[in-house]
């Protein structure tokens, strides 16, 4: 069965400073990757996801992410965060043709103005 | 489109009793999964189904039943509520893979609002 591991649980960064968030899941196939973003309050939404061709992906509010298949990695970056990044981001996989999904246990992000 | 609506919003249970959690959704999407949500460890699926009249377990089932009956709902159901099934439920639907009507969102999960469920 495939995992998925996000080794920082925490994060407090300074408005501006760059993000980078570590994903790395254990499957040896295919495999179809996402990026959730839940705001205080609110239901998870899908920030970004990879399913075949260029690598480096490109999701909503500046987020991208980039699919390492050598690594089993699919980081999460933001060039220059803000306040209102503040939210739990989870990453995600499912082999591919399967639906099954497996989240990670999420990585808090707090942005201090 | 209402999207994924989940009821109650919030509810509070004595040990033992049981109830249903209702999740429903009005975008034609076969598949529908219940996760719970526990602080440090994400998001761990209970059930799911991919289609109308097919469910299967996921990673933590025990303690909840669940039936699909129609494209649109998918309840879930505790039996015999205990301490640690105290939890924040969300319900989620998709198209299945393969559906070509999901290409255009890949497939994407959309999430309910989410039950806090609190068991005495």
């Known amino acids: 069965a495939q995992s998925v591991s996000q080794h920082n649980h925490h994060v407090i960064l300074s408005e501006a400073a760059s993000l980078e968030l570590g994903c790395n899941y254990s499957?040896?196939?295919?495999?179809?990757l996402f990026w959730y973003v839940q705001y205080p309050g609110q239901h998870l939404q899908l920030l970004l996801k990879y399913f075949s061709g260029d690598p480096l992906v490109k999701g909503i509010k500046g987020f991208e992410a980039e699919f390492i298949k050598s690594k089993f990695s699919f980081n999460l970056r933001k060039p220059s965060v803000q306040w209102s990044d503040t939210a739990e981001y989870f990453c995600?996989?499912?082999?591919?043709?399967?639906?099954?999904?497996?989240f990670g246990t999420g990585t808090k992000l707090q942005v201090i103005p | 489109n209402a999207g994924v609506t989940q009821t109650p919003k919030f509810q509070v249970l004595k040990t033992g009793q049981s109830m249903t959690l209702q999740c429903a959704q009005d975008?034609?999407?076969?598949?529908m999964s219940w996760y719970r949500q526990d602080p440090g460890m994400g998001l761990r699926l209970i059930h799911y189904s991919v289609g109308a009249g097919i469910t299967d377990q996921g990673e933590v089932p025990n303690g909840y039943n669940v039936s699909r009956s129609t494209t649109e709902d998918f309840p879930l159901r505790l039996l015999s509520a205990a301490p640690s099934q105290t939890s924040v439920y969300f319900c989620a639907s998709s198209y299945t893979f393969g559906n070509p009507l999901g290409q255009g969102s890949s497939y994407e999960q959309y999430f309910g609002p989410g039950t806090r469920l609190t068991v005495t």
């Open positions: 975008m034609n999407h076969e598949y």
């Open positions: 995600a996989v499912t082999p591919g043709g399967y639906q099954k999904v497996t």
């Open positions: 499957y040896g196939g295919t495999v179809n």
